[in-house]
Structure formats: structure tokens, C-alpha cells
């Protein structure tokens, strides 16, 4: 049984991002890994809506925050170790880091 470790790393700092991304896929190709990635997703762009006062009924508001996140996706093939050792770094706190893990059944395996 093979396992795929799927990487989402989504931040702010696009600087950040791409900095963490290529330690991850230098780290990948060093201990050899099968890495597909980075895949790279359209920037997202998030308004957000800022009150003057905290009361419901106060309509004055300052202009809104807007912000891009910038989101990566990679994909560890085998190589648990190394998938959980890079799951579990410290990352700065720009940077959101979700792991999600699959099981791959070879064909003619049964549960």
C-alpha cells in the first residue's frame, strides 16, 4: 500500500510561500521522493468590510480590507517519514500549512 500525502500551503506572503514551497521540493528531490508540484492556484482576492463602532445599529464604516492569499499544492508519493516530517514544521505564522493523506491500493488488492 502507497500512501499520497497532498500538501495545501496558502499565505499571504507570496515571498514566504514560494520560499517554503522550494525548501519542500529541494528537500523532496534530496531524499528521493516522488513530488508532483508545486501546482500553483489562481491568487484569491478577499474583501473584508471594517466598522467604525462595534454597535448593530452604527452603519458608518471605514473602507475595507482587501487582501490576496496565494495558495500552493503538493503531492508526496511513498516517503511517509518524510511527508509527516515536513507536515510538522514549524512554518511561520503567514503561512497555513493542511496535510491530507490517501491510501492507494495496488490493482487486484482486496480490503
Known amino acids: ?13 507570496r515571498a514566504a510561500l514560494d520560499a517554503i514551497v522550494d525548501d519542500i521540493k529541494s ?3 534530496r531524499k528521493g521522493a516522488a513530488l508532483k508540484g508545486p501546482h500553483s492556484h489562481p491568487p484569491k482576492k478577499h474583501s473584508v468590510p471594517q466598522h467604525c463602532r462595534l454597535h ?9 480590507w482587501s ?3 496565494f495558495t500552493r499544492e503538493l503531492e508526496i508519493h511513498g516517503h511517509d517519514n ?3 516530517n515536513i507536515a510538522s514544521q514549524n512554518f511561520p505564522d503567514s503561512v497555513h500549512i493542511e496535510a491530507e ?4 491500493r495496488g490493482a487486484g488488492q482486496s480490503n
Open 82 to 84: 518524510l511527508a509527516r
Open 101 to 104: 493523506v490517501e491510501q492507494i
Open 27 to 29: 528537500t523532496a528531490e
Open 56 to 64: 448593530a445599529d452604527d452603519e458608518r464604516r471605514f473602507s475595507s
Open 67 to 69: 487582501y490576496t492569499v
Open 1 to 13: 500500500m502507497t500512501f499520497v500525502t497532498r500538501l495545501t500551503l496558502q499565505s499571504g506572503d
